[in-house]
């Protein structure tokens, strides 16, 4: 198991993605012995190993299934409980793209919260780059520590620390060179603009470094703006990333003349049934529909079969995209949407001063 | 690769970007002078050394001096006190330099120019040629945008959003800096959104990112790639990747078209070491494809003509590669495919899908929402696509003054959107 | 119309608003009693003669006082201070005023409820009970709202959003205030939206506004409509009217279903006046339909058996009803055509656009942009309709407190499209 | 011609909103012996006169057309200039629709503006509203004025003042009640906080009373929630407003079936031309594509036949929605999109004050 490079056959002791629904992927240690519990069935870990990662599993009992898959670092952060500490793949895709982040990169993130971001920055930096990651929150800190290295994120390193108080410099581990030395700069904390003093520090001192920092509210925009500024950052821009997922559905086609037939059957039905409680009529309607009427027969009511015509399942609960009826392609935005994550503050900082 | 990504070095491309929002790139050659048209031209050794990101302003004889950004006035850090404690007040009460601050932190973005310039301003044209040619200082460009603002009639009178759209505009058209950046694939996305927004299929930064990531893009992978962008595409894989991994380049005409990877400074063998294309005839019918070449013996080679041995060691290279990549293709289990094309996906992914292997993804790019959704009811029986979902990303950059922070009024409205779902293997003897 | 638009009155219906964000329909009988379920009950005398908009706390006996808001602590002013100075800092230092007035004002729009109470809660369900049962305060509320913070164990280690979260469910399930407002078109929407989505087709409140001024809906018009959301539709023009003009209801049925017309407290000499209902058969089939009922003399009325003459007056009634209709159909001209359904509009469009007058608005609704789209290419030949294009509007709600402004994290997906364009009339010897 | 009913004929004096193309819609007032110049034709307004409204209208010369449109509040505010003081339909439609304005409503707006809202606002109270707007900016209070006039907007009533440092108070026209009154407020000034302690003297004292306050600056919204706090306003809620518009278009379908046909069409003609131009070949390539290569006719490369196959246009200009080929319905966003108008500060205020 690797966040760095796919393999193919599960092993015992890999990290697995259980994808149960949509809503559900379950990260599994596979241990010997253990058994995965669904709603959805039962999975005996060690049926797992030897499979192909991407393999459907079949449940223990006869029902139900799962799919077994890799972990990305995209899958894991939908596998994590919903948390608000999260940065999505929208957000973080675009903060990655715009800053430049790619192989090789040294990145300075804080706080690590729930190390959702760590892992994509870990993957996309690959083994010759380096994540400086630092948490404040001792739970959290010893967490994500416990899971970096069960993720065998080698390229990274936390931190235990509050940031904005006690600065960004650590004793550097052997292997991530002498110093921080960081490239790209993520802060991900309450009041950046107490961080953001102690970065000269720990950037790089030859090259144009990137931040981004990320707030909810815009008052800690305003701050974080006034922080940058006076701190000789140039080229500022807030943004916001709006990220919609949409599922592809099927709308049935009401046509209009299916309307007419079916209020003309229901007519002729009523005026049959006049017809047969009364033997003699009072007072007459004209009325001349023979031409057009449909037959009214009861398989014409639940289908349509090109001669009669579409009731629309009036009454009738019909599947959707079943093939008796015509339909359209219709997209439907998700229930809920994330209309906001946070604000993204971007800067730039180079490494001479002008005159 | 010897390029350099952060530090601005001769016989490398560079994206030049102008105060007008203008993108430009050029080719750094050590002794060359490259024109700025209007804005001026400037000497490339007066450049180099220093960091990609610089910013500069022309002065006389293609000179240039560094500044610390495009927008004047920030240098000597007057300007961020101003813009700290701006307000929006009634009209009229806008200082001049807070306009000019106005500018300087936005020189991106803005695209809501008017033209209410020229009916009410009192310079001549002459007026402003003199004062172009003046002098050699370095403050042309702000001196002439305080004449104008002095010689125009009804400046105060107009409104602040009047007002900061004549300043920008004046701006930019006078200022003479430019900012120097390393051309990552977020710049030549860039540039080609600003010069031929069709090529790149409406694709917009934020989507690109989203692409990479969700295609797991990462040094060694082994990826399928349509890339209909001219190589844009290709080229932001292969900076991630940087140099590990093999992309194979399916593509519908003789040769494929990775014409961006001109600015890429990446040497032709890096490429050829990378990328391996393949048309879709090759990839579709690949053992009518293969190329079953004779091969010859040292003694036969020899025995040719030598405009026949060149040939033949020509049409020998051409078999090795092209039955390679095929063979490459027939060997399957790709860790990834990605399509940023027109092609009709419904028809394309069938044949595509043996090829990727397990828990890999599969991200399909479009310019329309309507054909992943045709794409994605096309995958509703097939099990081998698990979870797959239309996605939108859309940023939306603020105005980033404060005391006036607010959204753009104006944004193009391109984007794109991506079907991503994972590659999965179906088991026949399974019920839900 | 007799019934109050600006203060609570007996005898018409009201909604009440919960702080659960729950909505309620009731109609106010003088002298009776209201339950709002595990928020008590009120007597209805108690409110009356208050103005709509006004909020109320439950007191014991079913006795209430007016209270400023939904939201507790804002009363003595002291809450707008807290809002203003309070600041995002580090976790933990958020005050629980701060919290209160953080509720206070996002009365509405907050959905982000997750379950982080029960499992670290020291009070006893038992103990919540005594402290509800333990006095005829109107704060009952607040103070168990405190109690709870107090006994909550881990409550300060919690971070800024759960505490926020954990605080407003507690609130929302023990503070016992509603807010009565009229059942404007917007309310009674809501109500829909809330308990019944589908059944509105995810119309927002914001794209009802765009299709009732897309629609140039006013007093004296003559409108036809298709409205397929049990009258919300219908309500809303009728609303904007004020009881001058026309709305002639095209429907599918035997009989239209505006049931939602229960809640307007309009009259139903009101509703016969304006609202004309006409099924689909007899505006396709105009003269078929028409009924051509035969005119009996006085005489011949009397000469009828009590029963007959009844049944000849309904069927008068009926076939005058039915032929206005029809004949306002066939004269056509209308002001405008609104449609909120779910009928394939290319296929109806041609056979109502020769009843739409010149000049007027053709506004159609769906849920789906893809059928608006398929609805705008069917048009693209059709020169009757001018310049229709597909209009989206949606409002994104902000967290309302000064020094934590922000959009709310999330908000409900649906709202719909809304094609607009302008009936005009083609010459056929012009050529462009 | 009137913005609170709809006619059917032109006739001398009428504003005629003149639809040229959808970006360039023209307010003329229907003038013996005027002539309106556009460049896609002349058209005299003496034969305008006694057309319908709605009809086209051929140019003089025989070449161009415009319509001819009765004019509404949405189209009005379609043919003005673009301006940013203009408040959209998106916008203007959800304020209305939030606040209730019905006819007979009372409204209060201050500024005027374009006074593209006083039309909305003007329509949708009817004869039985009151409209009440003022502006500070002496030349354009003169000419909405004498807009408002012109329109027959006889419900409306405009003030020259700068309510900020003036209020809202006014001796009110006889046909307009004894007092302002008004139960809606709507407030596009630049510094809303400075005019809100102003409007207790003009509101309604017998009922609630709804406000808007549209603000670009998000600093502007938090002065002005401190304000409608301080002034005793109550269910305070800031929204933004992202009105979109979309356009109906085709997309070429292009199978991956014709593009392997082409490629071999290509092959073909390549190996045709190599045997051609060679007669003896050195070195042979095994190739079998007999049973499925395409006829390589001229007419094949710019139709669909059925036949042959979708050279997709390549060279050659398609029409976009050819019948020759086969195509997809697509919508695009506009190119520029309004991505944001204002803010929008909703609040109530109450009759009674409670204790």
Redesign the interface.
Known sequence: MSF???K?YIEEGDLVLA?IS?GTIKPITVTKGALLNTRYGHYEHDKMIGL???????GEKG???I????P????WTLSLP?R??IVY??D???????L?V???SRIIEAGTGSASFSH?FA??I???GRLFTYEF?EPRYLEAKKELEGHGLVNTHITHRDV?NDGFEIEVPANFGTEVNGDVVFLDL??PWTAIPHLPKVI?K???VGICCFS???????KT??AL??NGW???????????????R????????D??K???D??SRKNQGIENRRHAK????????SEVLPEPSESSKVQNTGKGFNPFGKGIRIRE?DEQFQW??????????????S?L?FA?M???R?? | MVKSKTIITANQHALIRLPSEGLKIVELRSGGTISLGKFGSFDVDAILGYAFGQSFEILDRSNVKPVKSLAPGLEDGEGAEEVAEAEPETEGELSKADLTSFFSTNAENNQQIIDIGSKVQSLTNQEIDELKKSGASSNIGQQIIEKIIAGHGGFDKKTIFSQQKYLRRKQQKFLRRFTVEYIGSSQLLQYYIEKDLPRVLDLSEETLGLILNYGNVRPGGKYLLVDETGGVILYAMMERMNGEGTIVLAHENEHPNHIALRYSDYPEELINQMVKPINWLQFLEPENEKIDLEILSQEEIDALKPTKQVQYEKRLKRSQDINSVIDMVQAGNFDGFISVSTLHLPSLLPEVLPAIGGSRPIVLYSQFKELLLETQHSLSNDKRVLAPSIFETRVRPYQTIIGRLHPMMTMRGFGGYVLWGTRVLPQENITA
């Open positions: 760095f490079k796919f193919d994808f949509r192909k990662y991407g393999e459907q599993m079949g029902y139900g299934f799919h077994l898959l890799h990305t670092p995209e899958m919903h608000t500490q793949t929208p973080s895709s675009y903060i990655m793209q715009r430049g790619t192989s090789g994509s993957r996309a690959g083994l010759d929150h904005c309450p009041s790089s030859v090259r144009q909810p509210c815009i008052e800690q925009v305003a703006v006034e500024q006076q140039t080229n500022i821009e807030m943004v916001e990333v709006a990220g919609r997922r949409w599922e592809a099927k709308d049935m086609v009401r046509d209009i003349k309307v007419v079916r209020l003309k229901i007519q009072v007072i007459g309607e004209k009325r001349d529909h995209g359209r392609n219709v997209t439907k935005i998700e229930t809920e949407v994330k209309s906001h994550t604000y503050t730039y180079l490494p001479e002008v005159e």
